[in-house]
């Protein structure tokens, strides 16, 4: 089994769609036996789905998504837990010992980053996504001017 996590200096990435990096772990008896850094090789989105699957993962381990990006890993047939932050390998090891914190309902909407911080960051609560704020200095989240409704992640 392979479970990927999105990756940034040791820590879980916060926006699945803007993620350079992988750690890609290798799970034999509940254990990980490897553990590679691996690029997105200017993959994005939607398209790191395949990119995951490809690359055989079963499970990601991430921040936040849009819903494009949650329905192209549904297909993909990857099991999600987003909402995560922290050590990518600490993350790694709650969730083979069955005690992960995740929320299954992180999503990544509409908003603006900036100094830095990214989606996922927010502390909400069951059921709220990180599209309800600002963070100034017109970055975004991946999202380049779409507007009705779609979520990072989600290109037409």
Sequence with gaps: MKIAVTYAD???FQHFGHTEQFKVYEVEDGKVVSSQVIGTDGFGHG??????????VSALICGGLGGGARNALAEAGITLYPGVTGEADAAVE???AGNLQYNPDTTCQHHSHGDGESCGHHGHGDGESCGHHGHGDGESCGHHGHGHGEGCGHHQ
């Design 47 to 56: 398209a790191l789905a395949g990119f995951l699957k490809n690359k055989g």
């Design 10 to 12: 040791g820590q879980v």
């Design 94 to 96: 709650a969730l083979l």
